[in-house]
């Protein structure tokens, strides 16, 4: 049985909404008679949020008055008089939204409080806020945000996106405070209608924190569907969904006067069902401590005199992991303990390794109805199962989910009914392991997330080896405007050597030529759509680079770049979608499919193939690499084991060696009329996944260094 998370009731000195997450507070009594829902989050990096494991939903009453309340349809609670914050309180903690709902449902609460008349506020609607997150900054190993407190610091964080939503109160708070409780430090909390807008950012002055201390500190966003100032004359009465997001500051500079520890807690092994204490000793009085496992706060905070510890009855798999504790003097100092870790098992024999994440999902916002991926990579040994929550509910296939229990979780027209926060676990007979939270959220615009340009560079040579890159235009009645471009010789300003001299561009629908150019010849409407699509300039006018500027109506095309003399060379085919900004509206025809057939060699001449999402929202993608698949088309020389890697800039976002049956892969495939891969032992790799607006690369190469033909695919899944 583990040290539940210790609760301090906190008192936020705004307008609706008193809250009660696990810091303490200073000032004068609340005046507040609330009922409310919080989501827990912690962070232990920037912009990267999980659900707390221990106490990850929580609910709270609070009232400064004698005061109990009447859930629909049950019985009665009473308030109990805390001695700490002079208020009446309840609070009570839950593994699930879906126990919390039980126990407290949502519907019409019975208020009755001592003095005045029984009343009823609603509480409906789970408009839970999105979760809190701090951007940027720089933190450590531990999952500690540092800060000079030398130096003015500016905290950053996401937007409180539904704040002053019609019907309802909102509040905003960020508070820093010592672990101790005994000193806050900082403390700012905007409520509407005093405060209209809500805040994203909170300067600490220079000089304001102690150096070589520690800091507890939470931001909180808040909703109340329902409140009023009238049936408790001087006291405003609410109901609440808030989401409350933990983090920990650590200033850099020499403490004052830290404690001082004598005996560092060890590492251990033990099986599952024993009983584990760490330990650690240190000289000083009325010292504040707390644990962490996993950068995450274990318990709550203690103050002792001498040594402190923490102990875990009936030891299970999930316990495995890294744990330390810091220790604050009554002035702030904090000193921390050696990291160490617990590992379950005898200690003997086998190689198990447990759970562990290589990749996080990434939070998207959609347009309505839009198809949205999370994923994650798993390693460990044995294989890790998957388990993806939605507000902290274990997820199952269906009503549009699929692969709630793999690494790669699909939903299929999303609405307002999929908007919140997602993670993901991992679990083995070694342990289980959590993932960064997730948001999903959706956008109510026209300027929704699409493919808006093309291209590829590679090796051109005869025959069946020349540079062939074909598209589908659909989604919308009329007809696109579409630039084609086939580079050489303009190539050579970004030092690509053995450019095709001579690049000769034919655009095709099946069999027929809609268009043939052999040189742009400084076509003035060439220059034009270039420059209003950002592409690079072409300095020469007289240069063979060629292209071609057509109005294209739903279909499928190919365009093809080959030496006009019969030559070779490296050469860039680039395909831009040319609406006019701030035409394209939904209906509007679009980019829905790109791919590209080339030898690939090595080195240089690996398949490289760019596109960019553009629009407001994330557009949801399936890149294809077919090298074996390929002969079912009678195509020779095939690229046996086509590796593919996805990058953004310099940073890769994912690689895949082989799609091995994935399902999702096949299923999105048919969704899109993408021909079908019939053998799940083949080395055609895969990469399902939504992407924010911006430029991409899909690289293609031989896993072995060797090569041969492959075709990349870029797909719209909708």
């Not at 991926?373 to 460990?380: H, L, Q, R, T």
Request: aromatic fraction near 8%; charge should be negative; proline fraction near 6%.
């Amino acid at each position: 049985m583990k040290t539940p998370r210790f609760v301090i009731v906190f008192v936020a000195a705004a307008l609706a909404l008193a809250t009660c997450p696990r810091l303490a507070a200073q000032g004068s009594g609340n005046n507040y008679v609330v009922v409310e829902k919080d989501m827990v989050f912690d962070q232990v990096a920037s912009g990267a949020t999980l659900a707390d494991p221990w106490t990850p939903f929580q609910f709270h009453a609070n009232s400064p008055v004698a005061f109990s309340f009447t859930p629909p349809g049950l019985a009665s609670v009473a308030c109990l008089l805390s001695t700490y914050s002079s208020n009446y309180e309840y609070s009570q903690s839950f593994g699930a939204q879906s126990a919390m709902d039980a126990a407290f449902p949502n519907g019409t609460y019975s208020f009755s409080v001592s003095g005045h008349p029984g009343f009823t506020l609603a509480l409906t609607g789970n408009s839970y806020p999105n979760v809190p997150e701090i951007m940027g900054g720089t933190w450590n190993s531990s999952g500690q945000l540092v800060v000079d407190p030398t130096q003015t610091v500016t905290l950053n964080f996401n937007s409180f996106a539904n704040y002053g939503m019609s019907g309802a109160g909102s509040h905003e708070e960020i508070q820093i405070q010592t672990i101790d409780g005994n000193l806050v430090s900082l403390d700012q909390g905007y409520t509407t209608p005093g405060n209209p807008s809500p805040f994203a950012s909170y300067v600490i002055p220079a000089g304001t924190l102690a150096p070589g201390s520690a800091y507890q500190c939470e931001l909180q966003f808040a909703t109340a569907p329902a409140f009023n100032t009238t049936d408790v004359s001087g006291d405003t009465c609410a109901t609440v969904y808030s989401v409350t997001t933990y983090f920990t500051i650590v200033t850099s500079g020499t403490p004052a006067s830290p404690p001082t520890i004598t005996q560092q807690p060890t590492s251990q092994t033990a099986p599952v069902g024993s009983s584990v204490t760490f330990g650690v000793q240190f000289s000083g009085s009325n010292v504040g401590i707390q644990w962490y496992k996993n950068g995450l706060a274990y318990g709550g905070p203690n103050n002792n005199t001498g040594g402190g510890e923490v102990s875990i009855n009936s030891v299970q798999n999930s316990d495995a992991g890294s744990y330390f504790a810091i220790l604050v003097s009554s002035g702030g100092s904090y000193v921390q303990t050696n990291t160490v870790t617990l590992t379950i098992g005898s200690g003997g024999g086998g190689s198990p390794a447990a759970p562990s994440f290589t990749t996080q999902p990434s939070s998207q916002t959609i347009s309505d109805g839009g198809t949205v991926i999370f994923s994650v990579g798993v390693a460990g040994s044995p294989s890790p199962a998957c388990q993806w929550y939605f507000g902290g509910n274990a997820l199952s296939d269906g009503n549009g989910i699929s692969g709630s229990a793999t690494a790669t979780l699909v939903i299929s027209g999303a609405g307002a009914a999929n908007v919140g926060n997602y993670y993901c676990t991992a679990t083995n007979s070694s342990g289980s392991v959590q993932s960064n939270t997730a948001t999903l959220s959706l956008a109510a615009t026209p300027d929704v997330g699409r493919l808006v340009n093309i291209s590829c560079r590679a090796q051109v040579g005869t025959g069946g080896n020349i540079l062939i890159a074909g598209f589908v235009i659909g989604g919308g009645a009329g007809s696109e405007p579409v630039l084609v471009r086939g580079s050489g010789p303009a190539l050579a300003q970004f030092g690509v050597g053995g450019t095709l001299a001579d690049p000769q561009l034919q655009l095709y629908s099946g069999s027929t030529v809609l268009g043939t150019n052999n040189g742009w010849g400084g076509a003035a409407a060439i220059t034009s759509a270039a420059s209003a699509v950002g592409a690079f300039g072409w300095s020469s006018a007289s240069s063979h680079d060629s292209a071609l500027l057509e109005s294209m109506p739903a279909g499928a095309y190919t365009a093809q770049v080959a030496g006009q003399s019969g030559d070779t060379g490296v050469a860039l085919v680039e395909l831009y979608d040319a609406t006019p900004s701030g035409t394209y509206t939904p209906s509007s025809p679009r980019l829905i499919n790109i791919s590209t057939r080339v030898n690939v060699g090595t080195g240089g001449n690996i398949l490289i193939a760019g596109f960019v999402i553009g629009g407001s929202t994330s557009e949801t993608l399936l890149i294809r690499a077919s090298g074996p698949a390929l002969t079912q088309f009678g195509v020779g020389g095939t690229l046996p084991d086509p590796q593919l890697k996805l990058y953004t800039g310099s940073t890769l976002l994912g690689t895949s060696n082989g799609w091995f049956g994935n399902l999702a892969v096949a299923n999105a495939a048919a969704s899109v009329g993408a021909f079908p891969w019939s053998d799940p032992s083949s080395h055609d790799s895969a990469i399902l996944v939504t992407l924010a607006p911006g430029a991409y690369t899909a690289q293609v190469s031989g896993a072995s260094g060797d090569t041969g033909v492959a075709l990349i695919e870029v797909y719209e899944v909708r």
